[in-house]
């Protein structure tokens, strides 16, 4: 029953989604390792203890004490139990009851999940909640207590720029959606290639909601070494549908404004063209309680989380406050998922100077011509095993003291054909739902993570439900081909944003529909009804201030492919508006769609390389000087006809010289003398 | 004559509905290429324009509509038909030539046009560039329109419609205000003189008027004066209706201003065209650009200005020929339509032909220019082997075959001037 609430309370706290909320019972019962029945003995009892402060908020000292009260008594209990942890147990629940003063939270999660072709996702989730304050009350909204677990920097831009709700995301890499599945947490936490902000700022108009955007965009800058100081205005827009429905479901945007006569706005800008570095992941963990040293953060290498196929970073911080109490806390989600293909980790493991496998490790295929010249290579083995800390090239060290609810590794794979086991000190243990918690017991043994399977091709994914790709064809034309292999339609929402220098045409848009199922839709009407492009939201580019922003709904019925295409004018820049690497081309940022029913779905399509002419950029003296030229010819000789006196040319020489200023002069002398 | 002046026209008609449905593409081609389509005149904006009207989306907002509200209001009346909108094109088209014709008609006199004057529009509606700027279905076309019949007008002394047609043709494309001047001095001073574009009629009509009565003159060129400054006040008054009635069409927003006049004047669109402008504004470094801009502007403004007042009372009619050449040489955003116009009124410099210096050679460089340009476009955008160099080479080559044609009628109207009607082509003459 204790269990259940707990549930609740989280989902309620953290808005966390189906997943998440799904990891959490799973972990309910997941026999954790180690100080098993202690640890999870403490934790249901604080997280009630916890609610109970939620619910008798009028009188808040009170229940506080009780609960140090009931803790102190808890400790006891360890005491008498395990008298050789009692220091540590100490440490740990002076840490809490410093937390359940400030009502502060932090747990962490680690997902492992098998991809097909021996691929791997690792999917680490840190979850903070603040200490709470009251958003009617102004100078408690100044005044925010030291923090242990919230960042305190997070909560200075949060004040600094009225931010209610901030979302940034660093992506690089091509997510294999037709081998690999579905996005991880409905794909809400991964973002388009490159980096995105979106962020929903308090602010009396649009004009200072840009302002305060602008000056969260440079200070997220500095913070995370990204260049989002360039989300100027024509990287920004101000989505109309996209993000917002779906959001108010998830009670993202339900904070109310601190100041009445302000009102919410939701910007979104994004930069397709960022690299994603180890200095944007350094930062994220500087955010984290344990600072990347202990816990599953301590796994996290630079040179691991970059060095692989697909990898995403996603921070996501959320004001939530209780309409009834007006009390509000901010929290801060850490979410950061990367693919690895096993095969390429171990040979980096085993050759880390990469050289050629010697004629024996070769696996061949001796059903094909085979000889000491030939060698079919065979296809990856289907049996693999692997320690965790094989990928990530580190092991896990300890478990954070500061979190109540113990750090989990979970494995997501079907339990018939993976095994899962935790290693410590050589002996092995499994647990039936295949995770694990962390217990900071085991913080001096060396400890590890056992992955095996005799069948990589079972795994646990999910289908992705849509298939969305993006591209641009020779003669100006951007083509978005959004394909449902679902018995059910689907209602997307797709927001599109075109830089100025691409100039849309919105008359062109054509929608086109193929139907891969018998009862195929051939007249116009039809067409139009099944298609339902309706809510169009357009507003067009003003050169150098903004980008085309477009967005519509659209459904797309089952079992068939929606095509829509327009065409655009590119248009040249100055000179000083190139980028250095001008004849790369330029990435447009990748379309946002967002699945509304029958689930909530989030994908971003690929971003697309534009190509604009370029001029001789060595030239900009020589046109000024030749057009000038050109000009002063023209001008010259028209001006000279306008104002000249036409004479014979025979007596052009003696006019000439009786006119001349000289000859004038004498004349003048002459008369004089 | 009648029945040869209407075979012409639907001579020009059939042609040009002919080639439409032979080549339905061709439209398409034509709006793309730099030629015939800038982003203020071409057709697809003009489309998107109208497309965001009929959906109540922000038309002028935007960056890609550069059209008259007036223009885009008409055009959306053919809601979309091809045909209607291709054979209202066609019919413009043969306007102009029947315009064309009615004013050489009115010079038949003093003109030595050796052909028949529906020679003239046949000229104007069998010239492939005018041919493919009315397929193309360039806005240039109700510019050219415009003008036509306001110098028609103007001749006829029909003050009012003429200063409307400027106006219209203004609101088009607004360097077209600087032909007020010029159109302001062709207005005859007398309903019952004969005008000869190559020497002034008012310097006949004066002296025959002279052995009549001295007394008379000072009337007589207050009496002009009026006539003009009466025309200029129309036009201008007119142009400001026009721009309120936009107003009002335009739901009341005044952005229709900044995305139409000020983006031909400030030329902020960077796109290759054939005009001087584009690639030395792409070139130029920011801060020198607005003063360049002015510079530019001036250059336009400079010569209309001139030439209309050197010409004004010997040859206004050219003088105005010269002016739109000019305008169509030195506008930011200029298309071979306007070219088409200006050669569609060389034939009115008939008597002038025999002074000129190197007729083959300014034909044969302009040739060249429209020639090569679309290879040099091609090969710089699509297929990358040249750069940006080559187009703007063949711009300033363009540019200077122009040039030359004017330049070379502007030598003819001083040589001609100095011969005092009586041609004497073997006179040599130099300037001092």
């Not at chain 1, 629940?93 to 502060?104: F, N, R, T, V, Y």
């Not at chain 1, 954070?400 to 979970?410: A, D, G, N, Q, R």
């Amino acid at each position: 029953m204790t269990r259940f609430e707990i549930l609740v309370s989280a989902n309620d706290e953290n808005s966390l989604d189906d997943e998440v909320s799904l990891l959490l019972e799973d972990s309910t019962n997941a026999g954790s390792f180690g100080e098993e029945t202690h640890v999870s003995i403490d934790i249901p009892q604080n997280q009630d203890l916890t609610d109970e402060s939620h619910s008798s908020i009028e009188i808040e000292d009170e229940p506080i004490e009780i609960h140090d009260d009931n803790i102190v008594q808890e400790s006891h209990e360890a005491k008498e139990d395990e008298e050789a942890k009692h220091a540590r147990e100490e440490r740990k629940q002076a840490q809490l009851k410093l937390m359940e003063q400030e009502s502060q939270s932090y747990h962490e999660e680690l997902q492992l999940q098998p991809l097909m072709n021996n691929h791997i996702r690792a999917g680490f989730v840190f979850q903070m909640t603040s200490n709470e304050f009251n958003f009617n009350d102004k100078s408690e909204f100044e005044y925010i207590h030291h923090g242990s677990i919230f960042p305190k920097s997070m909560r200075h831009i949060l004040q600094e720029t009225k931010s209610h709700a901030l979302h940034l995301r660093f992506q690089r890499g091509k997510w294999d959606a037709e081998k690999w599945g579905a996005l991880p947490d409905n794909g809400y936490y991964i973002g388009g290639s490159g980096a995105e902000l979106w962020s929903s700022v308090e602010a009396s108009d649009k004009n200072s909601a840009y302002g305060q955007w602008k000056i969260l965009a440079n200070s997220l800058s500095g913070m995370f070494c990204a260049s989002l100081d360039a989300l100027d205005s024509t990287h920004t827009i101000f989505p109309k549908y996209s993000f917002i429905e779906n959001d108010f479901a998830n009670n993202n945007f339900r904070s109310p404004v601190f100041n009445e006569q302000h009102d919410l706005f939701l910007l979104h800008g994004s930069l397709p063209n960022e690299p994603v570095c180890t200095e944007n992941l350094t930062p994220l963990l500087k955010l984290l309680p344990t600072r990347g040293k202990v816990g599953l953060s301590s796994i996290l290498d630079g040179h691991r989380v970059f060095d692989n196929p697909w990898h995403n970073l996603a921070l996501d911080l959320n004001t939530i406050c209780d309409d009834i109490t007006k009390k509000c806390k901010y929290t801060l989600d850490i979410h950061l998922d990367m693919v690895f293909h096993i095969p390429t980790v171990q040979a980096r493991n085993d050759r880390p100077i990469p050289k050629p496998l010697t004629g024996e490790n070769l696996r061949c295929d001796y059903s094909k011509p085979y000889d000491a010249f030939q060698c079919f290579p065979l296809p990856d083995e289907n049996s693999i095993t692997y320690v965790l800390s094989d990928v990530f090239g580190k092991k896990i060290n300890g478990s954070p003291l500061i979190s109540s609810i113990p750090s989990k590794i979970c494995l997501k794979a079907p339990k018939e054909t993976w095994n899962f086991f935790i290693v410590v000190n050589d002996s092995v243990y499994g647990t039936d739902s295949n995770c694990f918690d962390l217990s900071d017991d085991n913080a001096d043994k060396d400890q590890d993570f056992y992955i095996q399977s005799d069948n990589t091709d079972l795994i646990a994914t999910e289908k992705s439900p849509i298939s969305i790709t993006r591209s641009l064809s020779d003669d100006n034309n951007v083509r978005t081909v959004f394909k449902n292999t679902n018995d059910y339609p689907l209602e997307i929402l797709h927001l599109e944003s075109v830089p100025w220098f691409m100039k849309l045409y919105l008359s062109t848009l054509t929608i086109q529909i193929s139907n891969s199922s018998p009862k195929s839709l051939r007249n116009e009407d039809s067409l139009e009804r099944t298609v339902n492009f309706t809510s169009i939201y357009y507003s067009p580019a003003i050169d150098r201030k903004t980008s085309n922003h477009l967005e519509y709904k659209l459904t797309i019925p089952q079992m068939s492919t929606v095509i829509i295409s327009y065409s655009f004018d590119k248009s040249l820049l100055q000179f000083a508006e190139y980028p250095p690497d001008a004849n790369h081309g330029f990435e447009i940022d990748s379309s946002i769609v967002t699945i509304l029913s029958p689930m909530n779905y989030y994908v971003r399509s690929n971003t697309l390389l534009l190509l604009l002419s370029t001029p001789d950029f060595s030239m900009p003296y020589n046109v000024i000087i030749l057009t000038s030229t050109v000009m002063c010819l023209i001008f010259g000789t028209l001006y000279n006809f306008l104002v000249k006196r036409m004479v014979p040319l025979k007596y052009a020489d003696i006019y000439n010289k009786r006119d001349s200023p000289i000859a004038k002069l004498k004349t003048c002398m002459r008369k004089f003398i | 004559m009648k029945g040869s002046v209407g075979a012409v026209l639907l001579a020009g008609i059939a042609l040009r509905l002919a080639t439409t449905l032979v080549f339905p593409t061709l439209q398409q081609t034509l709006d793309k290429s730099v030629e015939f389509s800038t982003p203020i005149t071409s057709f697809k904006s003009l489309r998107e324009g109208i497309y965001l009207l009929n959906n109540d989306l922000p038309v002028y907002d935007g960056g890609v509509v550069h059209h008259s509200p007036m223009l885009l209001a008409i055009l959306s009346i053919f809601n979309g038909s091809e045909f209607l909108v291709s054979l209202f094109y066609t019919i413009i088209d043969s306007l102009i030539a029947l315009n064309l014709i009615h004013i050489l008609n009115y010079f038949q006199n003093s003109i030595n046009f050796n052909n028949p004057t529906w020679a003239i529009g046949l000229l104007y509606l069998f010239n492939p560039l005018s041919l493919l700027t009315c397929i193309s279905r360039s806005s240039t076309i109700f510019n050219n329109l415009f003008i036509s019949y306001s110098i028609y007008f103007a001749l006829n002394n029909n003050l009012l419609l003429a200063s409307i047609f400027i106006a219209l043709a203004s609101n088009i494309s607004i360097y077209s205000l600087l032909l007020i001047l010029p159109v302001s001095f062709i207005i005859p001073k007398n309903y019952s003189s004969t005008y000869s574009p190559t020497h002034s009629h008012s310097a006949s009509i004066d002296s025959n008027k002279k052995k009549i009565s001295n007394n008379n003159n000072a009337n007589k060129i207050s009496k002009l004066n009026c006539s003009r400054l009466r025309f200029a006040i129309f036009a201008l008054l007119s142009f400001t209706l026009l721009i309120a009635i936009s107003f009002i069409i335009n739901n009341s927003n005044w952005n229709f201003i900044y995305a139409t006049f000020w983006m031909d004047l400030s030329s902020s669109k960077n796109f290759p065209n054939l005009g001087l402008w584009w690639y030395f504004f792409i070139e130029m470094f920011d801060s020198f650009i607005p003063f360049y801009k002015t510079v530019f502007n001036l250059f336009i403004v400079s010569i209309v200005l001139t030439i209309s007042i050197r010409f004004n009372s010997s040859q206004p009619f050219y003088s105005l020929i010269l002016s739109i050449g000019w305008i169509t040489l030195t506008k930011p955003y200029p298309t071979l339509g306007d070219i088409s116009f200006f050669i569609g009124l060389i034939p009115f410099f008939k008597p002038l032909f025999g002074y000129l210096k190197y007729p083959v050679i300014s034909s044969l460089l302009f040739l060249h220019a429209i020639l090569l340009s679309p290879i040099f476009y091609h090969i710089w955008i699509d297929v990358g082997s040249g750069n940006s160099n080559f187009f703007y080479a063949i711009n300033l080559v363009y540019a200077l075959s122009v040039a030359l044609i004017i330049t070379e009628f502007c030598w003819a109207m001083l040589r001609c001037e100095y011969d005092k009607g009586s041609p004497n082509y073997k006179a040599k003459v130099a300037q001092i």
